[in-house]
C-alpha cells in the first residue's frame, strides 16, 4: 500500500541495548523526519534528511542516530538505549515545503 | 528557535457548536500546517497554509503571516472531531516543522 509505514508498532527493551525503529515511505518523498511525542513536551524533532545521505540534527538528537541510504528508508537507532526514550516515535515525509504526513508511530518502552 | 503558542490549551463543546483554535508564533515562517491527532494517536494533515483562507467541509483555516497568527475554525462539531489540534510552523532557519503544544478538544453528545 502507498504511504509511510513505521515498524514496529510496540518495543518494549532493556536499558542500554541497541535498538532501530523502521520507517519506509512510498511516494519518493525527498524530506523525511523523526519526532517524539512525550507528555508535556508535545513533539519534538529528533533528526530530518533532505535527500538519500543528507541528515540534519533536530532538537533532541543525542542518544539517536540515523541513515539514509535510500530515499524510501529512514530507519532510527537508539545505540544504547535509555528509560528517557521511553518515548511515542513518528516518521513523517514530504515533497519539500507541502503537506507533512506522518506514520502511525511507535511505541517504545524501556525497561 | 521560533516559539509556537497555542490557545487554548483545553477545549470541551456540546455537539453542534462552533470553536476557534489559535496559534501564535513568534517569527518569520516559510509555512504553517495543522494536525489532527484522533484519539487512537493518529497524527492527519488538515491544512498546509503558510498564508491566505482554506476551507475542507467544516473546517477552515486563515493564517496572517504578517502579523504572526493562525486560527482554525471548526463548525457543527461532532464528537469525531475530538484529539489533539497542532499547529506546526516551518522557520526560515530550518526546512523542518516545529510544533505548538497543542488544543485538546473534546466534543460531548
Known amino acids: 500500500d502507498a504511504g509511510i509505514t513505521q515498524s514496529p508498532r510496540y518495543k518494549i527493551t532493556e536499558t542500554g541495548r541497541q535498538v532501530t525503529l523502521m520507517c519506509h515511505q512510498t511516494w519518493s518523498h525527498s524530506y523525511m523526519f523523526w519526532y517524539r511525542q512525550d507528555l508535556g513536551h508535545g513533539l519534538r524533532l529528533i533528526y530530518y534528511?533532505?535527500?538519500?545521505?543528507?541528515?540534519d540534527k533536530g532538537e533532541v538528537p543525542d542518544g539517536y542516530v540515523v541513515s539514509r541510504s535510500k530515499t524510501e528508508n529512514f530507519p532510527l537507532t537508539l545505540e544504547s538505549a535509555t528509560r528517557s526514550q521511553t518515548s511515542v516515535y513518528f516518521c513523517a515525509s514530504s515533497q519539500g515545503r507541502s503537506p507533512l504526513h506522518f506514520g502511525n508511530g511507535t511505541r517504545l518502552t524501556v525497561t | 528557535g521560533i516559539q509556537v503558542e497555542q490557545s487554548p490549551p483545553d477545549l470541551i463543546l456540546q455537539e453542534g457548536a462552533n470553536s476557534t483554535l489559535r496559534c501564535n508564533f513568534s517569527?518569520?515562517?516559510?509555512?504553517l500546517q495543522w494536525f489532527h491527532q484522533n484519539p487512537w494517536g493518529q497524527l492527519i494533515n488538515l491544512f498546509y497554509i503558510p498564508s491566505g483562507t482554506k476551507q475542507n467541509g467544516r473546517l477552515s483555516a486563515t493564517t496572517v503571516a504578517t502579523e504572526r497568527y493562525s486560527l482554525l475554525y471548526i463548525s457543527s462539531s461532532q464528537t469525531t472531531d475530538s484529539g489533539v489540534y497542532f499547529c506546526?510552523?516551518?522557520?526560515?532557519?530550518?526546512?523542518?516543522?516545529?510544533f505548538g503544544s497543542g488544543t485538546r478538544l473534546q466534543v460531548q453528545p
Open positions: 517569527d518569520s515562517v516559510n509555512n
Open positions: 534528511s533532505a535527500a538519500a545521505d543528507i541528515t
Open positions: 506546526a510552523v516551518e522557520d526560515t532557519g530550518r526546512r523542518a516543522l516545529t
